[in-house]
């Protein structure tokens, strides 16, 4: 079968937190029916998990930083903790360097939280054809 017939679609990645979710609902209302992707979302607890409507190819997890840790050691991770480890399992598994893949369309939030700023400067320099800034606007890489 030849590309033209099946073209490759691109892969989304949507990364944000509780002050992420308008902009998260915008992109998911934007993206085609057909889309395939992962969306995660950083909340601080249960109580701010949101209904959204995703494509049927979209996974949406939220992330949640209470209750981290077995037993006594339970505690609140770190804003940004639970992105950074889940970011970078995506990465691990969807990016690949060098080689051809589909195109990635990568958008990451989380702009008050200095691990993921870390985060997005190491994917940019890992990855330089996602671009973007330090403020985590939407980037694209192929």
Known sequence: MSAERHPVRPHFLLVGDSTDLPAIRRMLERLPVAAYGQVFVEI?????IQRFEVPEGVSLTWLLRDGVGDGAARRMAPRGECVVRAVHAWFDEWMFEGGQQAP???????????????????????F????GDDRHAPVRGA
Do not use: F, K, N, Y
Not at 44 to 48: C, D, I, L, N, P
Not at 106 to 121: D, F
Not at 128 to 131: R, V
């Open 128 to 131: 330089p054809l996602l671009g």
């Open 104 to 126: 990635r369309v990568v958008w990451i939030g989380c702009s008050a939280s200095p691990r993921v700023s870390r985060l997005h400067r190491e994917l940019r320099a890992r």
């Open 44 to 48: 601080a607890s249960r109580v701010q």
